[in-house]
């Protein structure tokens, strides 16, 4: 696991990784509910997924600045079932930010 923090884009795909596999199994558990949060659940989902795909193209680099934007609106969305998510995205931005 050498140098694997020294990368701030390898450190943000960790948290944004991490993130993503946590909204997925809120997302699960609200669709097996039948819960009212299940779109929003689902829109964080989809927009961690495509930020990861932004993150795993290597040309061009994707400008972490922008994600770091991105991560901060997903963040503002998770409210109710969806509030554990919202510091893990807050330190996905921060790590962005510091990254870009």
Do not use: W
């Not at 050498?2 to 701030?8: D, I, K, L, V, Y």
């Amino acid at each position: 696991m050498e140098g694997m923090a020294t990368n701030p884009r390898e450190q943000l795909l960790r948290v944004v990784n991490e993130a993503r596999d946590q909204a997925k199994t809120i997302l699960t558990t609200l669709e097996q509910q039948g819960h009212p949060q299940t779109s929003e659940s689902n829109g964080v989902y989809f927009g961690l997924v495509t930020i990861l795909k932004q993150l795993r193209t290597l040309e061009p680099a994707p400008a972490l600045g922008g994600l770091a934007s991105e991560l901060e609106q997903l963040a503002g969305l998770c409210v109710g079932k969806l509030a554990p998510l919202e510091a893990l995205l807050r330190e996905a931005a921060r790590v962005a930010r510091t990254g870009s």
